[in-house]
């Protein structure tokens, strides 16, 4: 009899511990697709001064491909879409905290950054590209030997240079920059043979330029882009990330590239 009633305790205390684990699995259940249905709109984070990704234009509108891209994307989820600027230092700490439900701005993804956050899929891949005047007998790493290159001073492009120490240690010059436009003005003057830059920043700005400069098929590194999104919310991830498969498989993410690039980077 004692054996029986020491049996229907462990019985009784293993079915409540059941109980209990799974009224737990009902509570932490994701439903943040269905609460970004219910608001009708998902809040996008953003520096709105980094074109040609988000930027303000002539008339104060926020502009950009990385807003085409997520205005499309919300036509698709059937919802809308706002856009919030925020300070691009603390812009991790306003997605957890939900001030904002996603940051689409150029966003890097590192191994950093992950532990912090999810992200999308890869929808971009930058690289430090480099570029020369049209006319420019340079074609390839090798031949910026004894040359001179301006870059943008503290920008992923420094560092990604400083990293192929054979290139670095081969120029004649390393001149430093505020921005990419100053660097590139004085390539056109010829006061440099070469501008190292970010793709998604240096082809804007050659499209705006045509015949001018050209881009080498070398470059010095790749990174992925990503839509950052809160490690909770990952019914609302899958979502977005249909939307954006969807996008590239019908061309639309390609047009938006042509748009802002002049050359589909969007990645596979």
Do not use: H
């Amino acid at each position: 009899m004692k054996k029986r009633l020491v049996l229907l305790t462990i019985v009784i205390f293993t079915l409540g511990i059941f109980l209990s684990g799974c009224g737990q699995a009902k509570q932490s259940v994701d439903n943040s697709w269905n609460d970004i249905k219910q608001k009708g709109e998902f809040v996008v984070g953003l520096d709105d001064s980094f074109p040609p990704m988000g930027f303000k234009d002539d008339k104060g509108e926020i502009v950009g491909f990385d807003i085409d891209l997520a205005k499309e994307a919300a036509k698709r989820m059937g919802v809308k879409v706002v856009f919030k600027p925020v300070q691009w230092d603390g812009i991790i700490l306003s997605l957890n905290n939900k001030d904002i439900d996603v940051i689409w701005n150029g966003l890097t993804i590192t191994d950093k950054r992950k532990e912090q956050i999810a992200f999308s899929k890869v929808y971009l891949q930058n690289k430090q590209i480099i570029v020369v005047r049209n006319d420019s007998p340079i074609s390839s790493k090798k031949d910026l030997s004894g040359k001179v290159v301006g870059l943008q001073l503290g920008s992923s492009s420094e560092a990604a240079l400083s990293a192929d120490t054979n290139t670095s240690k081969s120029l004649k010059e390393v001149k430093k920059y505020s921005d990419n436009t100053e660097a590139l003005m004085d390539l056109k003057q010829g006061r440099l043979d070469a501008v190292v830059v970010d793709e998604v920043v240096g082809r804007y700005y050659l499209s705006k330029k045509p015949g001018i400069y050209k881009t080498l098929n070398d470059d010095f590194g790749k990174e992925d882009y990503g839509v950052g999104i809160r490690k909770t919310d990952s019914s609302f991830k899958e979502e977005l990330d249909k939307a954006l498969d969807s996008m590239k498989a019908d061309g639309t993410a390609d047009k938006i590239s042509q748009k802002w690039f002049g050359k589909n980077i969007i990645a596979k």
